[in-house]
């Protein structure tokens, strides 16, 4: 660490049962696997000190081990994955902020890693801060991306994977959450103690538990609308992007 800030750690949540995609973490794309090519993108963080896996499966520890990487085992009865990325970062008490980088974002982009962290040191009295991107029409109507919606001061206001807001009279724009998330370790263990709530069960979406709680949750806008992976679908289209970046160097 250079000392010109806080330790920072990268947390990446990664659990071997899916239901859309049992062993989700280790399917193959383009040669190497969903985790593995995540955990690389990380790693380009000039603002992470550390970057570590968080599993419940010791196939996943073990690939993690076998290409270099860092991997902890946690609890596999754990419901979310801040609820893994909470018991991982007890390890590491000397965190200020704790990053977690969910390991189906094989694109992440270190810049956008970077923006989460630069939000929460520049403002000591955020607790939490979550990426957000620009989303089109079709990501608008796509229940598998969670839309969000902020006030003034880039505050969220709500999470839903329904159109939010809705255009009843004039265009609006849109905004989807992309897997990337900030905390401050104390928030992120009382996070975990929270018991889960109404709207954050009946949207599937954990952000709303923060909001149901009365907590403050800053969104940060990013220029990079990575693709993630939360379906067969877009793994698909991931394969596609790395493989066509790989044509285009040949």
């Known amino acids: 660490m250079d000392g010109k800030h806080n330790k920072v750690v990268g947390i990446i949540p990664a659990r071997y049962a899916s239901t859309r995609l049992p062993g989700k973490p280790l399917v193959e794309i383009a040669g190497k696997t969903m985790l593995q090519r995540t955990y690389e993108q990380a790693?380009?963080?000039?603002?992470?000190?550390?970057?570590?896996?968080a599993t419940d499966?010791?196939?996943i520890l073990n690939h993690v081990v076998s290409f270099g990487g860092k991997a902890l085992m946690t609890s596999r009865e754990h419901q979310?994955?801040?609820d893994r990325v909470a018991e991982t970062a007890r390890h590491f008490s000397k965190a200020e902020i704790i990053v977690d980088v969910q390991g189906d974002e094989p694109l992440v982009h270190p810049s956008a890693i970077d923006a989460v962290v630069e939000a929460m040191l520049e403002n000591p009295d955020i607790l939490i801060t979550n990426l957000i991107a620009?989303?089109?029409?079709?990501?608008?109507?796509?229940?598998?991306i969670v839309k969000a919606v902020y006030d003034k001061?880039?505050?969220?206001?709500?999470?839903?994977?329904?159109?939010i807001p809705f255009p009843r009279q004039d265009p609006c724009s849109y905004y989807k959450v992309k897997d990337v998330y900030g905390f401050r370790p104390a928030f992120l263990?009382?996070?975990a103690s929270l018991p889960q709530t109404t709207l954050e069960k009946?949207?599937?979406v954990e952000q709303n538990r923060v909001l149901e709680h009365g907590y403050k949750l800053k969104l940060v806008l990013t220029p990079y609308d990575f693709q993630g992976v939360n379906t067969p679908e877009d793994l698909e289209k991931v394969r596609r992007i790395f493989t066509n970046a790989s044509n285009g160097r040949s």
Do not use: I, N, P
Request: glycine letters at 4%.
């Open 43 to 53: 790693v380009k963080s000039h603002l992470l000190d550390e970057v570590v896996v």
């Open 153 to 163: 001061d880039g505050f969220a206001l709500y999470f839903s994977r329904s159109r």
């Open 189 to 191: 263990k009382l996070l």
């Open 202 to 204: 009946a949207e599937s």
């Open 134 to 144: 620009q989303a089109s029409e079709e990501d608008a109507d796509d229940v598998s």
């Open 57 to 59: 499966d010791e196939r």
């Open 80 to 82: 979310t994955g801040t």
